[in-house]
């Protein structure tokens, strides 16, 4: 079982920066995201866009800042469960909570943070009868660790960039890579297209366009994937694999969150305050995009306020009796949990004459 | 420049009469947003999630798709023949009288 004083769920910018202001206050936190990696809809939706309403960037990329938060909360330590969603929520007697995930991961924690943005961010799954039964039986969605298809025989799907960018990786870690496209055209980064010709060229990916899996294959696990070509012919062919991963883009859904109890309105948190987004049920915060309240905008930046808020509203619930002054990190530093500071340079000038001493 | 009238038709079937303004640089996704039409746009406009996806049922000439736009529509559901995004397709005054229907949510 994973322990923390606050359990964050979804790890975009607003639940990232959550970490930093917790850890002002020596709150440990612990982020539980859908996504292999964490980011939200900017390292989902726009890494490459850049950014102009940060303040204090005239412009950054969406996947720069990213980078950033995570190097500004690395003295925290957070933990992190990538690739799972959070399924399921109990309250203990004491006021705490279990999260458990769809892949059984449990979650004890003191306050729980609802950062979930748009949704859990879900897979687009291709119409294929009877597809569930091969699903992490060789047939994934994402690609969590790459080590998992060394020497194994790959079917990729797909015409995006992620589709594009996994067949290129995996080209030097699978036995096989097979790509295959309902058109001939790819909708990617005009380098990675190169890169994947190039690949076809020396035999390392097997290019089918234009072309369509109709049916995967196996007694308990995915054997292989029946192929359609889109010519005239409509030519039928079996594809024998490991692995089936059709990359078809990602679409947000609320999901299990939506039956916690908790005040929901159009596909949002109710929060029924702004001095701190804690939800109906006390103990439970909603901060960024997942939150509605009177005046709600969903921008990066109130999701950084938000967070602030809430971490200061946490900390007074788990330490009722202690009382905190708000300090500057100019004036404060900030002591890490792994022993680092850092901490503004002293700038004392003792002495002016022959012995000055900075 | 004025405002036009365009046409709405819901998932529910209810038709929706609102004025789109002409100089305000805005698509029909955004119109749609505007009057809390239930129209996700997930990406923003970037026709990067179809969640815009709208049917052209009026006769007018929108011209043809862009690239991104046919791109997206190769992987969206429920595509048929007048599916548009409505993210891409920019207020003028050629579109008074326009009549679309939401697509399905996937
Ligand atoms: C194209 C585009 C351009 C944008 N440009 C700007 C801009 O210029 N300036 C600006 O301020 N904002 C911009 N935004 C909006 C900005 O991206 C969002 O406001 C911001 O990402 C919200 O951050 P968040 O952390 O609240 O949620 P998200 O970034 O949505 O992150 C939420 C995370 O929670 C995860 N999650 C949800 N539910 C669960 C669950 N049950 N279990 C596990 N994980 C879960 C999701 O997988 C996701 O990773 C833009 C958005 C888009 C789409
Ligand atoms: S809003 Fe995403 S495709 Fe139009």
């Given amino acids: 079982m994973i322990t923390t004083d606050i359990l964050i769920i979804g790890a975009g910018p607003t639940g990232l920066f959550a970490v930093f202001e917790a850890g002002l206050l020596k709150l440990k936190c612990h982020i539980i995201d859908a996504l292999a990696q964490p980011g939200g809809q900017c390292t989902e939706l726009y890494p490459k866009k850049p950014i102009y309403d940060i303040p204090g960037f005239p412009e950054v990329l969406a996947g720069d800042l990213v980078n950033n938060l995570m190097k500004q909360i690395e003295p925290f330590q957070p933990g992190f469960t990538l690739g799972e969603r959070a399924e399921t929520i109990d309250k203990l007697d004491d006021g705490t909570f279990i999260v458990t995930t769809n892949k059984g991961t449990k979650h004890h924690t003191k306050i729980v943070a609802i950062a979930g943005g748009l949704g859990s961010f879900e897979p687009r799954k291709p119409t294929i009868d009877g597809l569930e039964k091969y699903e992490d039986k060789g047939l994934a969605y994402m690609i969590k660790d790459p080590e998992d298809y060394r020497g194994k025989k790959v079917v990729i799907a797909g015409g995006g960039d992620s589709a594009l960018d996994w067949s290129i990786f995996l080209a030097d870690v699978a036995s096989e890579v097979t790509l295959v496209h309902r058109r001939e055209e790819f909708r990617g980064a005009l380098d990675s297209v190169e890169k994947v010709e190039e690949l076809v060229d020396q035999d390392k990916i097997r290019l089918v366009t234009p072309a369509e899996i109709l049916d995967i294959n196996g007694e308990g696990a995915v054997e292989s994937v029946l192929l359609q070509h889109n010519d005239e012919a409509k030519r039928m062919e079996v594809i024998e694999c490991d692995a089936f991963i059709p990359l078809f883009g990602l679409a947000p859904k609320l999901g299990p969150i939506a039956d916690w109890g908790l005040e929901i309105e159009k596909n949002a948190i109710k929060v029924d305050n702004t001095l701190d987004y804690q939800t109906n049920i006390p103990g439970i915060y909603a901060i960024g995009d997942v939150n509605t309240y009177p005046g709600k905008l969903k921008l990066i930046l109130c999701g950084f306020h938000e967070a602030t808020l809430m971490c200061q509203s946490a900390y007074q619930r788990i330490f009722p009796d202690k009382r905190y002054v708000m300090k500057y990190t100019t004036v404060g530093g900030i002591d890490g949990f792994d022993g680092s500071r850092k901490e503004a340079e002293k700038a004392v000038v003792k002495k002016i004459g022959n012995k000055q001493n900075v | ?106």
Wanted: glycine fraction near 6%; include cysteine; aromatic fraction near 4%.
């Fill in chain 2, 1 to 106: 420049m004025s405002d036009i009238k365009i046409t709405i038709i819901d998932r529910e079937g209810q038709r929706h009469e609102v004025d789109a303004p002409t100089d305000m640089n805005m698509n029909i996704m955004e119109v749609c947003k505007a009057y809390d039409l239930p129209v996700q746009a997930v990406c923003g406009g970037m026709a990067m999630c179809a969640t815009c996806q709208c049917y052209i049922i009026s006769d007018h000439d929108l011209g043809e798709r862009n690239d991104d736009e046919e791109a997206m529509l190769w992987e969206a559901s429920f595509v048929k023949d007048n599916s548009r995004l409505g993210c891409q397709i920019p207020i003028t005054e050629d579109l008074e009288g326009l009549v679309i229907e939401l697509a399905p949510e996937e």
